[in-house]
């Protein structure tokens, strides 16, 4: 079945600073996208996006569905941002959801 | 409008038991997804349901089992409770599973 590996596992930043995630998935997908998974296990919708850049805020990702990653961008973090963050495709033709392991985000004030 | 709503939001039971989870969709959204999420890990799929047909099952055992019901709204039933199945289950909602889907809260099951 479809890989899909989320790097960095961690990361600590100052707030203020910048930093971009990637997720990079095997096959080729129908779907993609990027969540926020707050301390209460609640997931957030950050981008629905299976090809193209899409920017919302301080957020914004990239998808190279040809190459087969997705980057997600966080400008000037800040403490609320801290949190797990998932990428999750749906391989072409299929219908199951695959999440990678996530990226644990810590952003010290 | 609502989000997806899921209840309860925490439960405890005993090994050997069996437990119910219930998930209400967006409304307009057909499709609802069912997910266990373990502490550290990335939710992993367990059932697919659309229109009320189940279209897809995950690796899970046979005591896992799912239904939607005519308004959309689904149950989780897992029974022969294990200590292992402590974990977030999440359910999730799109218009027709193909689209963005969006998550519940969670019920948080302990197995003690």
């Known amino acids: 079945g479809i890989q899909v590996e989320q790097s960095p596992p961690d990361l600590i930043l100052q707030e203020g600073a910048n930093s971009t995630l990637r997720c990079n998935f095997s096959d080729s997908v129908n779907n993609l996208q990027w969540f926020h998974q707050n301390p209460w296990g609640q997931l957030i919708n950050l981008f629905y996006i299976p090809s193209g850049t899409k920017q919302n805020g301080r957020l914004s990702a990239t998808t190279v569905a040809t190459e087969r990653y997705s980057l997600l961008y966080i400008s000037s973090s800040q403490t609320t941002d801290s949190g797990v963050y998932f990428c999750?495709?749906?391989?072409?033709?299929?219908?199951?959801?695959?999440f990678g392991a996530g990226t644990r985000l810590f952003v010290k004030a | 409008d609502a989000g997806v709503t899921q209840s309860p939001t925490h439960l405890i039971k005993t090994r050997g038991q069996q437990v119910t989870l219930r998930c209400s969709p967006i409304s307009g959204h057909k499709s609802v997804s069912w997910y266990q999420q373990v502490l550290g890990q990335g939710p992993q799929f367990i059932f697919q349901?659309?229109?009320?047909?189940?279209?897809g099952r995950g690796n899970f055992p046979d005591r896992f089992s799912a239904r939607q019901f005519p308004n959309y709204s689904s149950e989780l039933n897992v029974n022969a409770l294990l200590l292992g199945d402590s974990a977030l289950y999440l359910c999730a909602s799109s218009f027709n599973g193909n689209t963005e889907a969006f998550f519940g809260q969670g019920t948080r099951l302990t197995v003690v």
């Open positions: 999750a495709v749906v391989p072409s033709g299929g219908f199951k959801t695959i």
């Open positions: 349901y659309y229109e009320k047909e189940e279209r």
